[in-house]
């Protein structure tokens, strides 16, 4: 994994979240009244019936930009690839891809690898799409 | 519904006063400063005392301090109407809406509505101004960041990225909107960036986040800018020409980025620009100049759109159309450059173009025919739009 992700704790509204990333898991809230799949981030209401829920951590590509990171040293930019992937479960997942910057990206079927975000013990592990083709292969 | 043409002009309400400060990298003054200079400015421009005015609207930007603390600034005492606004680059055009709604409901006689900010520090680097905003590096709120997201530019890049795949819009075609501003901007004395750019200049300049180059992306600067909205009876006895608040629209359409939304593909401008230009009796057609928000090539591209200058999907191929933009191009866009080349400050750049336009005041930049002019505002990622129609017919 050649990936780098600056480190990231969790806090209270996302730890039943970084619970999954850690055993390889991207959970989703599920309403269990009809079964519709929520973003993770959905501020629940005392009232709902929501519940944790795995998600099959597949998606494809929405859209992509190669973010261009000046070197501190005045070398050539860092090329950080971004994008939004709508998963499997119909929610748009915002996240870095672990893809080629000069490839066409639209539409590509990607999967979620988890990337540890830091070395320490409190630093989550994240989750990053990869295209489903090499991810599937590196397993 | 009766268009605002039709009815009595003694209802309307009219900008009469335009204030700006130096703008662009101006070191010193705090964005609070600016405000209340660019208040001043405005009253005198309008011929008119502070004490004249009875309401204030006011509207800071990334910096601090530009609050309900203006009016000890200013000195003003008795206002009838004051308040604090934020809808991020909609801002500068809803002002003006609530100020015209008060003029006409009788709450206040003459409204200054301002914004300044001033993110630039001396010896930092321009693209460093906004780092100090960084969130803590937990939760929701640091997975972004963490993961490479640059802000703003890499969220606006995403949506141009799928109006690009969806319908064949090419970086050369957005590149042709930061030609003809430039155009304009050599043109304008208040324009920070003057010297020309060819289409090739822009596909040579750096990447700032694939597909904009560093020539999509708009400046930063420091400065502030009011204006003063007071009925158009009064209007017509004070110091400059009357520029009529015709009419309005907002559109907020609550895109959670969460679900498949229009993101990249129809904005708020779609619901606004028709409410706004309905409200004024126009159409599209009369429209003889637009001042698009502009904090990206692609923002003013699908802004165009949605306003029904062409086609859905069709922007880039009528942007990038010879003869269509830039100085004796057919349609009168962005005439002072916009915030790709002339100054930014959020939704104070369209807007007070547009009023040095319909004033007939542009100088070497004037555009012959100038009775209509269309105004848009786009906050946070295409998430708040508003639109005003502005004109000086009676």
Not at chain 1, 117 to 132: I, L, R, W
Request: with cysteine.
């Amino acid at each position: 994994m050649t990936v780098r992700i600056n480190p990231v704790a969790r806090d209270e509204e996302s730890a039943a979240f970084f619970d999954g990333t850690a055993i390889g898991e991207f959970r989703l809230l599920r309403r269990r009244s009809t079964g519709e799949y929520l973003d993770p981030r959905t501020v629940p209401d005392p009232d709902d019936d929501l519940e944790w829920t795995a998600a099959a951590g597949t998606g494809t590509v929405v859209s992509w930009s190669v973010v261009h990171k000046r070197a501190r040293d005045g070398g050539e930019p860092e090329r950080v690839v971004v994008g939004i992937v709508e998963l499997a479960e119909g929610p748009w997942w915002w996240c870095r891809l672990d893809a080629d910057p000069d490839a066409d990206l639209w539409q590509l079927p990607v999967r979620a690898v988890f990337v540890p975000s830091g070395p320490d013990p409190d630093h989550e592990k994240v989750p990053v799409f990869a295209p489903a083709e090499e991810a599937d292969h590196a397993r | 519904m009766t268009s605002r043409r039709e009815t009595p002009a003694r209802r309307r309400a009219a900008i009469a006063g335009l204030g700006l400060t130096e703008l662009g990298k101006v070191y010193g003054p705090s964005a609070r400063q600016f405000a209340a200079q660019a208040v001043r400015r405005a009253a005198d421009d309008a011929g008119i005392g502070l004490s004249d005015i009875d309401g204030l609207l006011v509207s800071a930007g990334t910096t601090p301090g530009v609050d309900l603390s203006l009016q000890v600034d200013l000195g003003l005492r008795d206002l009838r109407m004051f308040t604090q606004m934020q809808a991020f680059g909609s801002t500068a055009g809803a002002m003006v809406q609530y100020a015209a709604m008060a003029v006409e409901a009788g709450m206040a006689d003459t409204v200054a509505c301002v914004f300044a900010d001033a993110p630039l520090k001396q010896g930092k680097a321009t693209g460093a101004a906004y780092g100090g905003r960084r969130v803590t590096p937990t939760g929701w709120g640091s997975l972004l960041g963490s993961s490479g997201f640059a802000g703003p530019n890499s969220f606006y890049a995403l949506a141009a990225r799928r109006h690009m795949k969806t319908y064949g819009t090419t970086s050369e075609q957005l590149g042709a909107i930061a030609v003809a501003q430039r155009a304009w901007a050599a043109k304008n004395p208040l324009a920070q960036l003057r010297e020309p750019i060819t289409l090739a200049d822009h596909q040579a300049s750096r990447f700032i986040a694939e597909p904009f180059h560093l020539l999509d992306c708009c400046l930063v600067s420091n400065g502030g800018a009011a204006v003063i909205v007071t009925s158009a009876e009064r209007a017509a006895t004070m110091a400059q020409p009357a520029v009529q608040v015709l009419g309005w629209g907002q559109a907020h359409p609550g895109n959670s980025f969460r679900r498949n939304d229009n993101l990249g593909l129809v904005s708020g401008a779609a619901q606004s620009g028709p409410a706004a230009m309905e409200m004024a009796g126009v159409t599209i057609e009369d429209i003889d100049v637009a001042e698009i928000y502009d904090c990206y090539t692609f923002t003013a591209l699908l802004t165009l759109e949605d306003y029904g200058f062409c086609g859905k999907g069709e922007g880039g191929e009528f942007v990038a159309t010879p003869g269509m933009l830039g100085p004796d191009g057919k349609l009168a866009v962005n005439t002072g450059g916009g915030q790709l080349s002339s100054y930014y400050l959020w939704g104070m750049t369209p807007l007070s173009e547009a009023i040095i336009q319909a004033r007939g005041q542009g100088g070497e930049r004037q555009v012959p025919k100038h009775d209509t002019v269309l105004v848009s505002g786009n906050g946070g990622i295409l998430d708040h739009h508003s639109t005003l129609v502005l004109g000086t017919e009676g």
